[in-house]
């Protein structure tokens, strides 16, 4: 089952289509772009818990979320 646009934003918060559209190409589940969101807001802690790199789409949730920051950075 496709994520659903309010299920991102239950995660995200707002965000716009091009967003939108680039994480539902990833084609995630729920709890991929929550681990992909928490992993990118504890990177620090979860580095210094020797916690394995995110894989798969995971990883590439975490790439698009990580240019959103680099875009804007007061969404960091």
Same mark, same amino acid.
């Given at each position: 089952?496709?994520?659903?646009?309010?299920?991102m934003?239950k995660?995200?918060?707002?965000l716009?289509n091009?967003?939108a559209a680039e994480? =539902?190409?990833v084609?995630?589940? =729920?709890?991929?772009l929550?681990?992909?969101f928490?992993?990118?807001?504890?990177?620090d802690?979860? =580095?210094?818990?020797?916690k394995?790199?995110p894989?798969?789409? =995971?990883?590439?949730?975490?790439g698009?979320l990580e240019?959103l920051?680099?875009?804007?950075?007061?969404?960091?």
């Amino acid at each position: 089952m496709a994520i659903s646009r309010s299920d991102m934003e239950k995660i995200l918060g707002p965000l716009d289509n091009h967003l939108a559209a680039e994480i =539902v190409a990833v084609d995630p589940t =729920v709890d991929e772009l929550a681990q992909a969101f928490y992993w990118l807001n504890a990177e620090d802690a979860m =580095v210094a818990d020797q916690k394995n790199m995110p894989t798969g789409k =995971v990883a590439n949730l975490v790439g698009i979320l990580e240019a959103l920051e680099d875009d804007d950075p007061a969404l960091a």
